[in-house]
Nanobody
């Protein structure tokens, strides 16, 4: 079992940057593909980025491609989401998730096994 704890959210002006972190418990972090998701009020949970177990492969949603970067440090049991050029429409609760089996590029929330509690990101105009 994996426990995930996100941090790094907050209030930022449009055009600014934030770096989210997701710390995982346990010694099996490297066996999980990881993803970052977000959910705004009244909207479905959206997959933003995924990363393979070794960190060598990534995918991005069109809405964040070129602005967000996912990375991981398996020695620190942590996955990151660097967010640049933030827009008001990026305002949402951001979640990290872990997937124990299957391909790293899965984007459906119900294909992920473990979730963090979420961290709020608010972008003011």
């Amino acid at each position: 079992q994996v426990q995930l704890v996100e941090s790094g959210g907050g209030l930022v002006q449009a055009g600014g940057s934030l770096r989210l972190s997701c710390a995982a418990s346990g010694r099996t972090f490297r066996t999980y593909a990881m993803g970052w998701f977000r959910q705004a009020p009244g909207k479905e949970r959206e997959c933003l980025a995924t990363i393979s177990r070794g960190g060598g492969s990534t995918t991005y949603a069109d809405s964040v491609k070129g602005r967000f970067t996912i990375s991981r440090d398996n020695a620190k049991n942590t996955v990151y989401l660097q967010m640049n050029s933030l827009k008001p429409e990026d305002t949402a609760v951001y979640y990290c998730a872990a997937r124990g089996s299957g391909d790293y590029y899965a984007t459906l929330p119900n294909t992920y096994d473990y979730w963090g509690q979420g961290t709020q990101v608010t972008v003011s105009s």
